[in-house]
């Protein structure tokens, strides 16, 4: 479910402001800012991105009486937004969908200046996704182009996406950590402090990153209007394209190599006997049958295979898993397949994302842009409880806070992965018992169905919320 303040400049846009009006996702606008829209939506490249689908559909509305209060200027006018199923931040990506949103924004960028308009930013934020398709949702960015304007959003596009991207691809340095410490990105001098001398002669360093690095610092202080001066000194619209097209070359070829991780190979070298992998497809499916689901997550996804499951019986599914490379293996195949009812994200259960921005509401956190009707922890508290230190009634309190039903995995003691999280620690884990965990379920659903798999570590609970 798409929040009040989801998208970028929300709080901050002085011409526009996006809010929830009865569940119709709304975006109040200013005289400037229906100005342009009717000049770009009556362009042929947006007319088609929009089908496409390239660009959140939208179009115009009267303006409700429940619109946020205007600013300094009043708002005339209000644009309607197809709702996007759930919001995710750029930190919350797999590297391959951040390059594939860059290319995105490029490819919309480049066709905007070939019809005489301009995006005014380049955030990360400026996307969302539909499943595996990334989708521009900040429709007001279009603006015509003004004779001799330059890009003013490249270095918000270098900080957002173009450092994160070479930093994985060249150095693998997460980016993730990176954006969230910064909702603005990582400024050039960061990103050129992590880069070695050997490294500025890989495609892109140099111009974007040194060189951009070496004119902040020039810049710092200083009292000239460069945006002024380069429009003064005619900065042509062709200049422009040739630096689109560059950096989409670059972007595109930009590659992570990482091969291996602790889980990207799960699917092929998990511990299930034939018996037990198909008991428990079965398992999953029949739950996720049980009612009809509008969103599920799968808590701990890996590539997606019990996601895959549960699509059959659901409208959308967020698969979050810790691993970042079992989840870009996941976007790849997911992508590949055309799936648009399937959300990969990057998330760690123990670490997650936390509201940011103004006041913690502007990137809020991940259950305060949605709720499950259905959870899926399969083979995972183990993972939480003993190898976190979670308190295994403090795991349960949490699942329950989402709301929905529940299919929770127990891995028992005498389970080999449980014998190899504990060989190097005390046991100092009483409450991790089968009876504690259904006691701890029975405060918050009834169990409306149990099963041991046959190699006898392993039991499968479906919970269902009373009422």
């Given at each position: 479910m798409l929040p009040k303040a989801a998208d970028p400049g929300s709080y901050r846009d002085r011409e526009g402001r996006v809010f929830d009006s009865d569940g119709r996702i709304l975006r109040a606008l200013s005289a400037r800012a229906l100005e342009e829209w009717e000049a770009v939506s009556a362009a042929p490249f947006f007319v088609r991105?929009?089908?496409?689908?390239?660009?959140?559909?939208?179009?115009?509305?009267?303006?409700?009486?429940?619109?946020?209060?205007?600013?300094?200027?009043?708002?005339?006018?209000?644009?309607?937004?197809?709702?996007?199923?759930?919001?995710?931040?750029?930190?919350?990506?797999?590297?391959?969908?951040?390059?594939?949103?860059?290319?995105?924004?490029?490819?919309?960028?480049?066709?905007?200046?070939?019809?005489?308009?301009?995006?005014?930013?380049?955030?990360?934020?400026?996307?969302?996704?539909?499943g595996a398709r990334p989708v521009f949702i900040d429709v007001p960015s279009f603006e015509r182009h003004r004779p001799g304007e330059p890009w003013v959003g490249y270095l918000q596009f270098c900080q957002l996406f173009l450092y994160p991207l070479l930093l994985t691809a060249y150095r693998d340095v997460p980016f993730r950590g990176l954006l969230r410490g910064s909702l603005d990105g990582i400024a050039p001098?960061?990103?050129?402090?992590?880069?070695?001398?050997?490294?500025?002669?890989?495609?892109?360093?140099?111009?974007?990153?040194?060189?951009?690095?070496?004119?902040?610092?020039?810049?710092?202080?200083?009292?000239?209007?460069?945006?002024?001066?380069?429009?003064?000194?005619?900065?042509?619209?062709?200049?422009?394209?040739?630096?689109?097209?560059?950096?989409?070359?670059?972007?595109?070829?930009?590659?992570?190599?990482?091969?291996?991780?602790?889980w990207v190979d799960y699917r092929e070298t998990h511990s299930y006997t034939d018996a037990d992998h198909q008991a428990k497809k079965e398992f999953v499916a029949a739950a996720a049958a049980a009612a009809p689901r509008r969103m599920v997550w799968d808590l701990g996804a890996n590539t997606g295979d019990f996601s895959r499951l549960c699509r059959a019986h659901a409208d959308y599914v967020l698969a979050i898993d810790a691993d970042e490379l079992a989840v870009e293996r996941m976007y790849r195949e997911l992508r590949a397949a055309g799936e648009t009812g399937i959300l990969p994200l990057v998330g760690n259960l123990v670490d997650p994302s936390p509201g940011l921005g103004w006041r913690g509401r502007e990137r809020p956190p991940i259950e305060g842009r949605g709720?499950?009707?259905?959870?899926?922890?399969?083979?995972?508290?183990?993972?939480?409880?003993?190898?976190?230190?979670?308190?295994?009634?403090?795991f349960v309190d949490g699942l329950a806070a989402l709301g929905?039903?529940?299919?929770?995995?127990?891995?028992?003691?005498?389970?080999?992965?449980?014998?190899?999280?504990?060989?190097?620690?005390?046991?100092?884990?009483?409450?991790?018992?089968?009876?504690?965990?259904?006691?701890?379920?029975?405060?918050?659903?009834?169990?409306?169905?149990r099963r041991e798999l046959a190699s006898g570590t392993r039991t499968l609970y479906f919970a269902r919320r009373a009422g």
């Open positions: 991105a929009m089908e496409e689908r390239r660009v959140v559909p939208t179009r115009r509305v009267e303006l409700p009486a429940d619109a946020p209060p205007a600013g300094a200027q009043p708002w005339v006018a209000a644009l309607e937004h197809e709702r996007v199923p759930f919001v995710s931040y750029p930190y919350e990506w797999s590297f391959g969908m951040l390059r594939d949103a860059a290319l995105l924004q490029l490819g919309l960028l480049r066709e905007a200046l070939e019809a005489g308009f301009i995006l005014k930013d380049s955030s990360a934020y400026n996307l969302q996704w539909v001098e960061t990103a050129a402090a992590l880069f070695s001398l050997r490294d500025r002669f890989r495609p892109g360093v140099l111009t974007h990153v040194a060189l951009q690095a070496r004119l902040q610092a020039m810049s710092a202080g200083s009292q000239r209007s460069v945006r002024s001066e380069l429009a003064d000194a005619g900065f042509g619209r062709e200049l422009i394209l040739a630096n689109v097209r560059k950096l989409t070359r670059l972007v595109a070829g930009l590659e992570w190599k990482r091969s291996a991780s602790t709720r499950p009707d259905l959870t899926l922890a399969l083979a995972l508290i183990h993972h939480v409880v003993l190898g976190a230190n979670l308190p295994l009634d403090d929905g039903d529940l299919v929770i995995e127990f891995v028992h003691k005498d389970d080999p992965m449980v014998v190899k999280l504990l060989l190097n620690k005390e046991d100092r884990y009483a409450d991790y018992d089968r009876g504690r965990l259904e006691a701890a379920l029975a405060r918050h659903w009834t169990i409306a169905q």
